[in-house]
């Protein structure tokens, strides 16, 4: 099981750790370094950034959202970050979810998830693989652009650059069994959003029949603590966050998941309260037992132990999220 560095997004502001984290991530030997973006800092930006300040680490987007840009446009991005990076680009993508394509996006929510998800990776990999010029006739990505408002001048065009890999991964965030399923089938690798090593089957059976070389990279926050309750805290807040407010009362893809993970009657607690402006409530209210299973953390021992359960599954890569070099150090030691 290989080990990735999980930067995410960006708060108020940038943070001037990130080049020095994934500098020594990449000193020692984890395999990759992600960035993220929600309505704020863009995934790619950054990537760029620290594979000017990198040498031998992959670099992964976790993940770049489909409404943001036209499929050509992430190919664009995405190949030309691999020339510039000498062929270490790694793209994750994901549809995310009502409130952010709407309310942010200004672009409607397709009505298929999963057939927008499927033209969507068919433009990029035929940009990619430019043996041609980009052409489909999609319900939502359409090349040329044939719409009843169209000028009827849009011609098939292939990329004046050459990709520098026809082969560059292409890794999906995926929560629904259907979703995983079609992951599986289209993309080179899935990026669960909660992972939790005793419970794989919520996923459905997709898992139990991957292709050979098929990544699967869930993220995790990884602390080394004396006490595991305060190493839960930070885990409880990110879960607050998106259990309670990424997402509408009645569509949160999130709360679905928690749901199907056995903590229906608490994902829909952490909602009600969170939504009614009760957020630390909303926080307390997410079980430690919930927050313990998706992530690590705890003394050295303890992660040592639970870290087995881990490299058991399917799982390839642990994307950790810490900002703790202690924490990236002692893990890099035990996953030797």
Not at 11 to 22: M, Q
Not at 36 to 61: C, M, N, Q
Not at 176 to 195: F, S
Not at 218 to 247: H, T
Request: proline fraction near 8%; aromatic fraction near 8%; include cysteine.
């Amino acid at each position: 099981m290989r080990l990735g560095l999980a930067l995410g997004y960006w708060g108020r502001g940038p943070s001037p750790d990130h080049i020095p984290l994934a500098q020594e991530a990449e000193r020692l030997g984890y395999d990759s370094v992600w960035t993220a973006e929600s309505w704020g800092s863009d995934a790619f930006t950054p990537l760029a950034w620290i594979a000017a300040h990198t040498s031998t680490v992959k670099l992964g987007t976790a993940v770049a959202q489909m409404a943001a840009r036209p499929p050509t446009t992430t190919a664009m991005q995405a190949l030309t970050l691999d020339h510039l990076s000498g062929g270490r680009m790694m793209l994750g993508l994901g549809l995310s979810g009502p409130q952010v394509v709407e309310g942010w996006y200004g672009r409607p929510f397709p009505k298929s998830p999963l057939t927008a998800t499927r033209e969507y990776v068919d433009v990029v990999r035929q940009v990619l693989r430019r043996e041609a010029p980009v052409e489909l006739a999609g319900r939502f990505h359409s090349h040329p652009y044939r719409g009843s408002d169209a000028t009827g001048l849009g011609k098939p065009l292939k990329p004046i650059t050459h990709p520098l890999r026809a082969d560059l991964p292409v890794l999906l965030g995926a929560e629904g069994p259907k979703n995983v399923a079609q992951t599986a089938r289209i993309a080179d690798g899935w990026l669960p959003l909660y992972w939790s090593p005793s419970r794989p089957e919520v996923y459905g059976p997709a898992l139990a029949d991957l292709p050979e070389g098929f990544l699967v990279a869930p993220m995790a926050q990884i602390r080394v603590c004396d006490d595991v309750a305060e190493g839960l805290l930070p885990v409880k807040m990110m879960l607050g966050f998106y259990i309670g407010g990424m997402g509408h009362a009645a569509r949160n893809f999130h709360a679905d998941l928690m749901a199907r993970m056995g903590y229906e009657e608490d994902a829909r607690r952490i909602q009600d309260l969170f939504l009614s402006g009760r957020r630390d409530e909303a926080v307390r209210a997410v079980p430690d037992a919930f927050a313990d299973e998706i992530s690590l953390v705890g003394p050295r021992e303890r992660i040592a132990e639970r870290l087995e359960s881990w490299r058991e599954g399917p799982v390839t890569d642990l994307l950790v999220l810490s900002p703790d070099r202690h924490t990236l150090r002692v893990l890099a030691e035990l996953n030797a």
